[in-house]
């Protein structure tokens, strides 16, 4: 029975303390009825392959459209229910079977309910006592990942990203070359230095800069044709960094570049590791996917060899962004003893249970998103073979794209792929007679002064000139503009390396058919006719 | 009109690439059930006072209880939904009214549609071309935050989790000290050397082991008793580091500890850095919300005056995990210039739109979330009002809660505190008559060996032997067993700076009330009843 007194109401600080404040009930139906919205707009009517990819505004437009503004009252939920529906709208569709822009795209049933359930849940992944189905799930995914990278046995983390998973190999790297710099840092050290291909990704620079090693201290060796490191070439500087003073401790090989799709040679190149005393870590965020297939895990040839892997499902595997895992081959408790810090508050050794499942201490985070589990979802539903079969329906789908490239007028590989990266350009008619020479490569590439030596002021007019007459223009980023304004399609365009500005088509998701890579070059073709 | 030939099955390495692969209905279907399943056993099972806050199984258990292995073959959708109804139970329901073991609690159902509809559109948020909305969005929460910390500009990013906030600022007080380290590392120069309270978060330390400046280069200045930094411990601290040769560059405040919740003079410490030339940086991950209220905001006077801000709105705001900005004071496009690679895949200069949105580049990541979104739905339904009202009621109930364990017996209170962080001891029955000296607290805080010095092989019978004769152990972790046993509430204990194991309650969420606070002492007087 309550104390009357329990019933009388507690004020502090003007404050009603008894019951809760919150409106449950209308809470829930707000849930229940945006849920429904999402259902509807996104999960129905985004993956539609009739409907546009992306709404384009300019971001003037768009703020204007949107209303941003965060005020001193709340809105109803009929007014953010409308607010949902201009977000979902403006959205870029990255579901839709002709999103081919980024290496990640499609939706994957089984992981989006993994995340909405732990949206709804709110863990944090750092004691089994807070998370403990969540840390048991990341125990068992990150163990069948080991053993498709050919361990015998070994240790990882999810992270929120690719970069960041390289960045802490590379410190595992240096921890293990002299542990002493986790207590001294660098300063009055000789010059550390690593080494990785041309083609990396970016974030082995900037992983250099933020752990404090200069970017300077980055040797990029080169690549042949194929945009792969030549083993050769790198144990040449490994050799010669010595003879400066420098200090080698890491090579970072990349299975699967982020442009090209290139695999290093892996074997080769742990040759060179061993036989220098260097750690060799495998940026494979990209291409570890391919693990998955007994076809085509031949790319990474050697991966067993390496001290750390760095594979992000959330990629090929479709897991949602972000999950994104670093495995080491130690097992010595590298990982821990690089990492803890030894919080009192969190990881306390009194506690009742086996505390070795307090994992937090492994990581740069604190708090840190249940990302294993996801991945576990689709893993769950599609089993090793539902996910080799995406893996293999993906390369095959890229054959195709690669042959009818071939055959097109107008289409001109930049390369045989080795992956779902198909790279090419689009010859528009007016250059289809030009022979293949400079005034040729100088049209489909028109220069113009580099935005990023001028005086930022004049950035906007130069920008407006460029287009005002479109046909000044180079191509790609001109097709580009005008695939994104039509809403057709999204894939992505860059300069490579001294190669002008050509498309980088990516083949992902089970909702994508051969109908779409014919759509694509038709399309392409429509776009860039008058030019 | 469809060609005929595209009518005829296309085969490529034997994978027929008509069509989707996706059976759409049943993907749908599933997560339309799933979906149920979420609304039902978490939004309004598992935010049920009556229900358990946990079902506590060892790991050993769990492990016996889930499936978690992952086949060949994947399985079916009722299995599945099983496996969800599974995962969820033996979760904890971090979103119970009783669940007060971190610095995150309850359920926000406007932040939760936000989470749910980034879920399902799977945005990364670098380039505007394929995240409009949630970089438009960012940029809006940023500036809005911005103001609330008193800046008449800045620059901002979202970052998941505030250790890697504290590391970003530390990396740029670096870079404004000197920008060459981007390039050349710190091999070869002077000892860098940061100043932090002996209070601060343990991220400070893992950030300078990360950042190659090593955590002997991290000062701690000495706390007053309230667990705040002293100002002219602070300035004799840097007087003496130059006087030994090395360099300071940073001195990071803590605005809301993570144990006693206390909270840095900032006022009197930015006068130190003003006149030793240090950039200051405040982690007010966890303190930063008590910006929102006019009452409270006095905690964090002199915050303007930082260089930089670590801020959560995950935390007291509810924005779900993780909601993190860093907050730079300065406007220079310093964040651009010390973050940025210029990776020409994904920030082409030849874009048709404003390239100053795309602000990927600023990160050290290359995929990131969306994170500013959720916390920007519960600002726009609740108003800045409404966000105030939750930050006053949270204070008024720790205040409550002080104010309870003050009157009762058997509850010692570690000190009056500042903010939501309400530390305590239980002194059980046995020892209420024992007075405060060395045996006293001896008999609070059993000593027993430290399992971290010991043989890992016997680290199992060692805490069998303690926890066979269960009144040999400390009373805080043995209270904590017995409730996490019953699943009644869920909160934290710590040894700390020489204090034996105390509770430290947080109160965020407003579906608590002050019944839970009466419970919550209750309960544990209950459990610790007769030791």
Same mark, same amino acid.
């Given at each position: 029975?309550?104390?009357?007194?329990?019933?009388?109401?507690?004020?502090?600080?003007?404050?009603?303390?008894?019951?809760?404040?919150?409106?449950?009930?209308?809470?829930?139906?707000?849930?229940?009825?945006?849920?429904?919205?999402?259902?509807?707009?996104?999960?129905?009517?985004?993956?539609?392959?009739?409907?546009?990819?992306?709404?384009?505004?300019?971001?003037?437009?768009?703020? =204007?459209?949107?209303?941003?503004?965060?005020?001193?009252?709340?809105?109803?939920?009929?007014?953010?229910?409308?607010?949902?529906?201009?977000?979902?709208?403006?959205?870029?569709?990255?579901?839709?079977?002709?999103?081919?822009?980024?290496?990640?795209?499609?939706?994957?049933?089984?992981?989006?309910?993994?995340?909405?359930?732990?949206?709804?849940?709110?863990?944090?992944?750092?004691?089994?006592?807070?998370?403990?189905?969540?840390?048991?799930?990341?125990?068992?995914?990150?163990?069948?990942?080991?053993?498709?990278?050919?361990?015998?046995?070994?240790?990882?983390?999810?992270?929120?990203?690719?970069?960041?998973?390289?960045?802490?190999?590379?410190?595992?790297?240096?921890?293990?070359?002299?542990?002493?710099?986790?207590?001294?840092?660098?300063?009055?050290?000789?010059?550390?230095?690593?080494?990785?291909?041309?083609?990396?990704?970016?974030?082995?620079?900037?992983?250099?800069?933020?752990? %404090?090693?200069?970017?300077?201290?980055?040797?990029?060796?080169?690549?042949?044709?194929? %945009? /792969?490191?030549?083993?050769?070439?790198?144990? /040449?500087?490994?050799?010669?960094?010595?003879?400066?003073?420098?200090?080698?401790?890491?090579?970072?090989?990349?299975?699967?570049?982020?442009?090209?799709?290139?695999?290093?040679?892996?074997?080769?190149?742990?040759?060179?590791?061993?036989?220098?005393?260097?750690?060799?870590?495998?940026?494979?965020?990209? *291409?570890?996917?391919?693990?998955?297939?007994?076809?085509?895990?031949?790319?990474?040839?050697?991966?067993?060899?390496?001290?750390?892997?760095?594979?992000?499902?959330?990629?090929?595997?479709?897991?949602?962004?972000?999950?994104?895992?670093?495995?080491?081959?130690?097992?010595?408790?590298?990982?821990?003893?690089?990492?803890?810090?030894?919080?009192?508050?969190?990881? =306390?050794?009194?506690?009742?249970?086996?505390?070795?499942?307090?994992?937090?201490?492994?990581?740069? =985070?604190?708090?840190?998103?249940?990302?294993?589990?996801?991945?576990?979802?689709?893993? /769950?539903?599609?089993?090793?073979?539902?996910?080799?079969?995406?893996?293999?329906?993906?390369?095959?789908?890229?054959?195709?794209?690669?042959? #009818?490239?071939?055959?097109?007028? *107008?289409? /001109?590989?930049?390369?045989?792929?080795?992956?779902?990266?198909?790279?090419?350009?689009?010859?528009?008619?007016?250059?289809?007679?030009?022979?293949?020479?400079?005034?040729?490569?100088?049209?489909?590439?028109?220069?113009?002064?580099?935005?990023?030596?001028?005086?930022?002021?004049?950035?906007?007019?130069?920008?407006?000139?460029?287009? %005002?007459? #479109?046909?000044?223009?180079?191509?790609?980023?001109?097709?580009?503009?005008?695939?994104?304004?039509?809403?057709?399609?999204?894939?992505?365009?860059?300069?490579?390396?001294?190669?002008?500005?050509?498309?980088? =088509?990516?083949?992902?998701?089970?909702?994508?058919?051969?109908?779409?890579?014919?759509?694509?070059?038709?399309?392409?073709?429509?776009? *860039?006719?008058?030019?």
């Amino acid at each position: 029975m309550a104390l009357p007194s329990k019933k009388s109401a507690i004020l502090v600080d003007g404050v009603v303390l008894n019951g809760p404040t919150t409106d449950r009930r209308a809470g829930e139906k707000f849930v229940e009825e945006a849920s429904r919205l999402i259902m509807e707009e996104v999960i129905l009517k985004a993956t539609d392959v009739n409907e546009k990819v992306c709404e384009w505004q300019s971001p003037e437009q768009l703020k =204007q459209l949107l209303d941003l503004e965060m005020r001193d009252t709340g809105e109803s939920h009929d007014r953010l229910l409308q607010l949902c529906r201009d977000v979902i709208r403006f959205s870029v569709k990255t579901n839709h079977p002709r999103f081919f822009n980024q290496l990640y795209a499609g939706l994957d049933y089984y992981s989006l309910v993994g995340r909405f359930m732990t949206e709804a849940l709110n863990p944090s992944v750092y004691t089994y006592e807070v998370s403990p189905v969540f840390l048991l799930v990341e125990e068992a995914v990150l163990k069948k990942m080991i053993e498709f990278i050919g361990w015998q046995e070994g240790d990882g983390i999810f992270n929120p990203g690719g970069s960041l998973s390289n960045m802490y190999a590379m410190n595992l790297a240096r921890y293990k070359y002299c542990p002493d710099i986790k207590e001294k840092g660098l300063s009055g050290l000789p010059r550390l230095i690593l080494f990785t291909s041309a083609e990396c990704h970016y974030s082995v620079k900037k992983s250099a800069s933020f752990l %404090g090693i200069g970017t300077e201290n980055v040797c990029f060796v080169e690549t042949d044709g194929r %945009g /792969k490191m030549i083993p050769e070439e790198l144990e /040449k500087q490994v050799l010669q960094a010595r003879k400066e003073g420098s200090t080698p401790f890491l090579v970072c090989a990349t299975s699967g570049t982020t442009v090209l799709g290139s695999f290093d040679p892996l074997e080769e190149i742990a040759d060179v590791c061993e036989r220098q005393g260097l750690w060799l870590h495998v940026d494979a965020s990209w *291409g570890g996917s391919a693990l998955m297939s007994r076809k085509h895990r031949k790319l990474l040839h050697g991966i067993h060899r390496a001290d750390s892997v760095a594979w992000n499902p959330h990629k090929m595997l479709m897991a949602g962004i972000q999950c994104c895992a670093l495995l080491v081959k130690d097992k010595s408790d590298l990982l821990k003893k690089c990492y803890s810090a030894e919080a009192s508050y969190l990881f =306390q050794q009194d506690k009742f249970y086996d505390v070795s499942y307090d994992t937090g201490d492994k990581s740069i =985070q604190c708090s840190r998103r249940p990302d294993a589990f996801k991945f576990w979802m689709t893993w /769950k539903a599609l089993g090793t073979l539902g996910l080799e079969e995406r893996v293999n329906r993906a390369l095959a789908l890229s054959r195709y794209l690669v042959d #009818e490239i071939k055959k097109r007028e *107008g289409f /001109k590989l930049l390369m045989e792929p080795e992956y779902a990266n198909i790279c090419f350009w689009y010859i528009p008619p007016s250059l289809r007679e030009t022979e293949e020479g400079p005034e040729f490569w100088e049209k489909l590439n028109l220069t113009f002064p580099d935005p990023h030596k001028m005086d930022p002021t004049y950035k906007g007019s130069v920008l407006k000139l460029r287009f %005002g007459t #479109e046909r000044e223009a180079e191509v790609a980023p001109a097709i580009k503009e005008r695939m994104m304004k039509k809403g057709s399609l999204m894939l992505g365009y860059q300069q490579h390396r001294g190669k002008v500005n050509f498309f980088r =088509q990516v083949v992902i998701s089970p909702q994508v058919s051969r109908e779409d890579m014919d759509f694509l070059l038709d399309e392409i073709d429509l776009l *860039g006719r008058d030019m």
